[in-house]
């Protein structure tokens, strides 16, 4: 414990001390957590159920998509999946279902095909809720279920 605020001691005194050095690291320490600790999402749907794991940048099997999106989904079901967006308002209440306000994307059903979005996914074959409490006038999630 005493190691942990004698770190922050130390952090706090360069950043009163050498603004430009605290800066620039502040840039680097950016830089090395999304290089190390961010995770994109991976779901694969079944006939039955799905499974969702985090991969890593250094995952070896998803390398060469890894920089492409935010969510990567299998669809190996019968059936197309279709990933929309939910707009709540200021209300916190969910908009209705109208074609001209959610984007809609089709995913049709071929086995071990990956597709790349770029949202993340917030609802997995459940239905959305139709109020979110939030502090801000407006969100947009996104809801993955089955046509």
Do not use: A, H
């Not at 942990?4 to 130390?10: G, I, K, N, T, V």
């Not at 690291?25 to 079944?46: P, Q, R």
């Not at 609802?123 to 502090?135: G, M």
Request: charged fraction near 25%; aromatic fraction near 16%; include cysteine.
């Amino acid at each position: 414990m005493f190691k942990l605020l004698d770190l922050l001691y130390y952090l706090f005194k360069l950043v009163s001390e050498k603004p430009v050095i605290s800066f620039f690291s502040t840039l680097l320490f950016i830089v090395i957590y999304n290089i190390l600790f961010v995770e994109k999402d991976f779901i694969i749907v079944t006939n039955t159920d799905y499974s969702k794991k985090s991969i890593s940048r250094f995952n070896n099997e998803y390398n060469d998509i890894w920089g492409d999106g935010v969510t990567f989904i299998i669809n190996n079901s019968n059936e197309n999946l279709i990933f929309e967006s939910i707009n709540y308002t200021s209300f916190n209440k969910m908009l209705d279902y109208e074609e001209d306000r959610n984007q809609k994307t089709i995913i049709p059903p071929i086995k071990n095909k990956i597709y790349v979005l770029q949202e993340k996914c917030n609802y997995i074959l459940i239905t959305p809720p139709k109020n979110i409490r939030s502090k801000s006038n407006s969100i947009e999630k996104y809801w993955l279920y089955r046509e």
